[in-house]
């Protein structure tokens, strides 16, 4: 039996999240298929068969399917289950949303976010905001796994000529409709695969501060991220928020800026290769996870690396 | 319109968990124990709606053991009208939790569950879209804002790259964010008159459920540590550490 992984994308590209999940499912074993569905998923699913390591792509064609809602997509994945030992989703937005639906459906318990695969049927995950790892074994017929993408390499987005296969729709459920979005636009990498992350916290003290992160960012090819208190205090959209309920990074460098390093900030970029902290506060937290810290007012501190970088 | 709202006891978010030393999972004996942080908003949720008119009665459900009856009075003195304890041991799955969540929405007959979008402890974020799947009911997850007109719902989400607006069918599940409200705190008065708030209880078996672990836990870790890095005296120092030591830039 294979695996079927499901592709999140915007019907107009997939999302990186979904090459990390194909690589979980290479180390699991099996057929590799993948499912796009949406409007206009053609063109998707010609870059989806060039994924490296997948066997087929299944295509479900259809304006139900092309806003993520969960309630169309959950008896659409649930009608393939049967063929399947595993059926995995990034744990992105989307894929949190829809796969305990599936879940649910087929009686099956989620292993949710994984980041190390021991064998077929035996998974790492990260409980109480990482501070602890756990280890399940699953003896489900059909495992459904959604994949923390920092914990995986990403596939290759070429080399691969999967075959493509329309599948059949199942129609809208009427209990769900899609209104707008308000997406934030950045001409910055994107925040989870961006190889630099510079966060900004509370002490930013206002939202046009964060132009002298963007600034360094800009310099350094990096993304903007943010703490909860940062988002909160609208400094920034909810989108720039890492951590435990925001986004997990794992950047080859990190830059904290007064943030003080909750648990809960901690276990969205602790896995970053090289940490660097800038606080005002000698013993704020975030410095026994940094690797370099620099004690220093960040409205003299940073300005001064933007110069330093030339 | 009757709304549930499903509470969870969990470590208290402060506190730093300890794994046991047998590595069997983390030590709770002696431990802080709170409401979910996620919970404690969609009860205040709940009980917006029903100050703004919008909803009759608020019931809040915890299923654990004895204690969390605890659990289910802080949300009475917050505001809410009634609760209902379902005993059990601590490590039930959502999956489990979501059917005897089913079965007390088919006593109930809500018109609306609002549920935390995770909850701190197992970071699962499953049981808000399980219990919508088993009643086949609309979900709106990691909801921002809410405001309910008639057999509708508009949400907005927190999504990945930003805000996304869904209107659902109700009744539906709404799993909350954090930012959808700031919670109350229970005032002392409230806090005495939670004591003779009904508190009714169930048992598993009353609810027909099947709560047989799916998962087995093979071990618990520590993560490993990061080794402790070092402070730089100034910026260029950093910059220079960067560039030649740490290679990153
Ligand atoms: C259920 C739950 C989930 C949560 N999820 C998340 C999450 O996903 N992500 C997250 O980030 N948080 C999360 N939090 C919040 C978390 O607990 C902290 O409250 C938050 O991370 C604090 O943000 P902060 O470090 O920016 O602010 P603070 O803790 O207020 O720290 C500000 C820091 O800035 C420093 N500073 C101030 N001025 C300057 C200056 N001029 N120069 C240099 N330094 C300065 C201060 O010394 C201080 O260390 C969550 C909390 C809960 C309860």
């Given at each position: ?43 998707i ?58 879940a ?35 003896d ?56 630099i ?6 002490g ?23 703490s ?21 990074v794992a ?7 007064g ?37 220093a ?14 | ?57 608020v ?17 009475l ?127 598993v ?10 998962l ?33 830039i």
């Open positions: 039996m294979g695996i079927l992984v499901f592709c999140d994308h915007d019907n107009g590209q997939f999302g990186a999240a979904t090459l990390n999940a194909v690589s979980a499912a290479r180390q699991i074993g099996g057929d590799i298929h993948l499912l796009v569905a949406g409007d206009t998923s053609g063109t699913a010609t870059e989806a068969a060039a994924i490296a390591g997948v066997a087929k792509v299944l295509v479900a064609d259809g304006a139900e399917y092309a806003h993520g809602l969960a309630e169309n997509l959950a008896p659409l994945i649930c009608d393939l289950a049967s063929q399947y030992s595993h059926i995995l989703a990034p744990a992105t937005t989307t894929g949190k949303n829809i796969m305990p639906r599936v649910a459906l087929l009686d099956v318990m989620q292993i949710s976010d994984i980041i190390k695969i021991d064998d077929a049927n035996t998974f790492q995950r990260p409980i109480y905001a990482g501070n602890a790892l756990s280890t399940v074994r699953s489900e017929t059909t495992k459904i796994i959604t994949v923390r993408s920092t914990a995986f390499e990403a596939a290759l987005a070429e080399g691969g000529s999967a075959t493509v296969e329309k599948i059949g729709n199942n129609g809208d459920s009427g209990l769900s409709s899609y209104v707008k979005s308000e997406l934030s636009s950045t001409d910055r990498p994107e925040l989870t695969s961006a190889p992350v510079i966060s900004g916290g509370r930013m003290q206002d939202g046009a501060n964060f132009a002298m992160l963007e600034k360094v960012a800009d310099k350094l090819g990096a993304a903007v991220g943010a909860r208190a940062a988002v909160d205090a609208g400094f920034v959209p909810n989108d720039y928020q890492v951590g435990q309920t925001g986004k997990v950047p080859d460098l990190y830059v904290a800026v943030i003080s390093g909750a648990i809960q900030h901690l276990a969205g970029m602790k896995d970053s290769k090289v940490i660097v902290a800038i606080n005002k506060d000698d013993e704020a937290p975030i410095f026994q996870v940094a690797d370099f810290g620099l004690v007012d960040l409205f003299d501190a940073v300005p001064e690396l933007e110069k330093e970088l030339g | 319109m009757k709304v549930l709202v499903p509470v969870k006891r969990v470590i208290d978010y402060n506190v730093k968990v300890r794994v046991k030393a047998d590595n069997s999972g983390v030590e709770l004996a002696n431990v802080k124990m709170a409401m979910n942080p996620f919970d404690e908003i969609a009860v205040e949720q709940a009980l917006r709606l029903k100050e703004a008119s919008g909803a009759e009665e019931v809040v459900v915890s299923i654990g053991p004895a204690q969390n009856q605890e659990t289910i009075r802080t949300a003195a917050m505001g809410a009208d009634r609760g209902i304890h379902i005993e059990a041991s601590h490590d039930i799955e959502p999956l489990a939790v979501a059917k005897l969540l089913k079965a007390v929405v088919e006593r109930e007959t809500p018109g609306l569950v609002l549920v935390g979008k995770q909850a701190i402890d197992d970071d699962c974020n499953q049981t808000g879209q399980m219990l919508a799947a088993l009643l086949g009911w609309a979900q709106g997850t990691f909801v921002s804002a809410l405001e309910v007109a008639g057999d509708k719902a508009k949400i907005v989400r927190e999504v990945d790259g930003g805000l996304e607006h869904l209107e659902i069918q109700m009744p539906a599940i709404v799993s909350v964010d954090l930012r959808l409200n700031e919670p109350r705190y229970a005032s002392l008065p409230n806090i005495m008159k939670a004591k003779k708030k009904p508190l009714d209880s169930l048992t078996d009353e609810l027909g459920v099947d709560i047989n672990p799916r087995t836990i093979v071990k618990v870790e520590e993560p490993a540590a990061r080794e402790a890095g070092i402070k730089v005296a100034d910026v260029k120092e950093l910059v220079e550490k960067l560039k030649n030591e740490a290679k990153v």
